[in-house]
């Protein structure tokens, strides 16, 4: 089949070179325009873009598909199929039927559970311990189209977010081809969406990403891998704000009581109570430092007894809520 790839980000480079070498004829790739980068803010070209221009496929960079010029342009391309991975932008009605066999888009969760731009990781924030990925045909509803297939997978106990969608970003990619020799067969089966069941995967804001300690010790280790790598968990150390990026192994054996926020650093972690038992904090970024390991923190910071993250106030304002 002749494809029109639409993807930005690096979560859909595997998807793409699976295509390149498949049997399939990438005619053009879809991306988002150069972005401002680092602290120079120059213009970058998406990880998508990188990659067609380095195997010498066309590359299109519109603002918007909303444009009848730029409509005209991916029809005069002629697509079978315009494979889908995290593009990141809505595809208007009046570009769906461009493509002979639609828009397929590889979704990571297994619809109709989290729709939306953050699937991965409200999955991670819910505490589930599986999820998977979806290919769907999209429709004019956020997500709704039908399914044509999909794969489970597990959530580790320590998997962040960032971890999980690198992980099913590779593990996608067949999926994908699949799907698409499916409808290059004539065998694929499209099987609609339960709306009843649908759930919302709304984009994480840095509002929502504070810790709160006093929660049960699952909710906070969920709390933290979901948020990382962006926007971040974080909380206050003396009123300065502190990154926080997952959490490791809690040691065997007996634990202290902690209340909640107090950090206690061992000899090879640093623990932080919760409203049930301790964790113990994997990465973090002191205000003003880079990341490190936080027990290298813990060592170098030189913490009082019962030194402690600040917990939410007991009646939070709208800044700190």
Do not use: C
């Not at 053009?28 to 873009?49: E, I, M, N, W």
């Not at 109709?112 to 311990?129: E, K, M, T």
């Not at 192994?249 to 000899?267: I, R, S, V, Y």
Request: aromatic residues 4%.
């Amino acid at each position: 089949m002749r494809l029109l790839f639409a993807g930005t980000p690096a979560a859909a480079l595997p998807s793409l070179r699976a295509l390149l070498d498949s049997e399939h004829e990438v005619v053009a790739v879809l991306t988002r325009p150069d972005a401002p980068q680092g602290r120079g803010r120059r213009l970058t070209p998406s990880p998508v873009k990188a990659l067609a221009l380095e195997a010498g496929v066309p590359v299109l960079t519109p603002a918007t598909l909303k444009d009848p010029d730029v409509q005209a342009e991916l029809r005069e391309l002629a697509p079978d199929a315009a494979p889908v991975v995290a593009y990141g932008a809505l595809i208007p009605p009046d570009a769906l039927t461009i493509p002979a066999h639609g828009w397929i888009n590889l979704h990571f969760s297994l619809l109709p559970a989290w729709r939306g731009a953050a699937p991965a990781q409200r999955a991670v924030l819910a505490g589930q311990d599986s999820t998977g990925m979806s290919v769907f045909r999209i429709a004019e509803g956020l997500d709704t189209g039908d399914v044509i297939a999909t794969s489970a997978t597990p959530i580790g106990a320590t998997e962040t977010s960032g971890q999980l969608l690198d992980r099913m970003a590779v593990e996608g990619a067949p999926l994908l081809l699949r799907a698409l020799d499916e409808l290059a067969a004539g065998t694929a089966n499209f099987t609609p969406q339960d709306d009843d069941l649908a759930t919302r995967a709304a984009k994480l804001t840095p509002a929502e990403a504070r810790v709160d300690w006093r929660r049960p010790a699952a909710e906070v280790s969920a709390h933290l891998r979901g948020m990382s790598p962006d926007p971040g968990a974080w909380s206050l150390l003396e009123g300065q704000r502190v990154k926080l990026h997952g959490v490791g192994e809690t040691p065997a054996g007996d634990l202290p009581a902690l209340a909640p926020g107090q950090l206690h650093p061992t000899k090879r972690a640093l623990l932080v109570g919760t409203g049930t038992t301790p964790l113990a904090l994997d990465r973090l970024s002191p205000p003003g430092k880079r990341e490190m390991a936080a027990a290298d923190w813990a060592r170098g910071a030189g913490l009082a007894p019962g030194t402690a993250f600040e917990t939410f106030p007991e009646h939070p304002t709208q800044e700190t809520a």
